[in-house]
């Protein structure tokens, strides 16, 4: 295999750097991740179950989802509080044993209010008890790619076993943003007024909400053995961020760290153009062909999420199993060009052969293997083992 260290210009590629200001958050556990592309920014033990407190709440709102777009529950439909939802403490609907109450209103309660009841609610209206409904959440959780995710109950409330990472929490906020895009703006509305005589239980508690930086979601959490976390999303432009902190110590730190992580995921980071499918960026050697290089070019547009103050060259490496043999036709896949941003992931981009090289005749041939013959005779032997 050989491999082509190469410089920017060298494949044609536009101006970037690889290593942006690192955060140094104060929660105890962290995810960051760039939406449109995947790019994880930051993480911090991120993949260590902890108690998720009100945020798992998002798990039972995905399910909610999914039953309504299957055709198991409808907005308008009506469902009864038991006494095991009015015995829930906490943040709560205050929601009465024995009264129905509208599926949409049980979700805006749940996302604006944080009500533990609601959840229950929902959670019964689906599996018949909330224990049953619990199992069914861990299921689809390992469905859906959560392989750190236990579920005790519907809402967060502290129970032992009940577990999240902050990967899995990001992961099912990003799931809850496409799957669901006609629920979404639900995330972001300020405020819900639900039982005129509890006024004071009105309010979204996302910090982020009207900040002017692009926030709409997703959940708050809070309990004594979690600290404050939030689970936020933001968009500015075409860029969507997805972030969870956890562990804080007040809810002012909470808000604080939320915008400050958000102000550094857009500043540090941009999308970045850095090369068109079919520019040529390298020539690869061929062997017993009737030319002896073949031109290298990218298969794809190239566009990669990458920090904007440049502090060292971009990494990038052309790599292939050469010297390649004709005949080759335009278009095959001949290497690969490796892009190496410091503390980001690489991307692997396909390199196609440029044009077609056709395979020497018998008199071509014998001179190719004549001149290899001469190349490691001038080479000498290769050295012996110690």
Sequence with gaps: MRGL??????????ASSVSA???????????????????????????QPLPPASMSKLMT?????EAIENGILDLDQELPVSAAAQAYGGSTMFLKAGERVKVEDLIRGIIVLSGNDACVVLAEALAGTESKF???MTMRAQQLGMSNST???????????????MRDLGLIASKLIKDYPQYYPMFAQKEFLFDPNESANRLNRNPLLGLGIGAD???????QEAGYGLVGSAKQGDRRIVFVLSGLETAPARAREAEAVTNWAFRQFAQTELGKAGTRIAQADVAIGAEQTVGMELSEDISMLLPVNPISPLKAEVIYDGPLKAPIAKGDKIG??????????????????DRA???????????????????RINDGPPPEAS
């Design 336 to 353: 690969e060009l490796i892009i190496s941003p410091e503390g980001l992931p690489e991307r692997r981009v396909p390199l196609l052969a």
């Design 21 to 47: 200001q690192a955060f140094d958050t104060r929660a105890s556990s962290a995810y960051v991740v760039d939406y449109n592309t995947g790019t994880v920014l930051m993480t911090k033990n991120a993949d």
């Design 5 to 14: 260290k190469l410089t920017l210009s060298a494949i044609a590629l536009l």
């Design 134 to 136: 619990a199992r069914q």
């Design 357 to 375: 090289i056709a395979r020497h005749g018998f008199v071509g041939r014998v001179v190719a293997a004549a001149q290899h013959l001469v190349q």
């Design 61 to 65: 709102l995905y399910m909610a989802f």
């Design 217 to 223: 979601g997703l959940k708050t959490g809070h309990t």
């Design 151 to 165: 579920f005790t109950n519907s809402n967060g409330w502290p129970k032992a076993g009940h577990r999240m990472s």
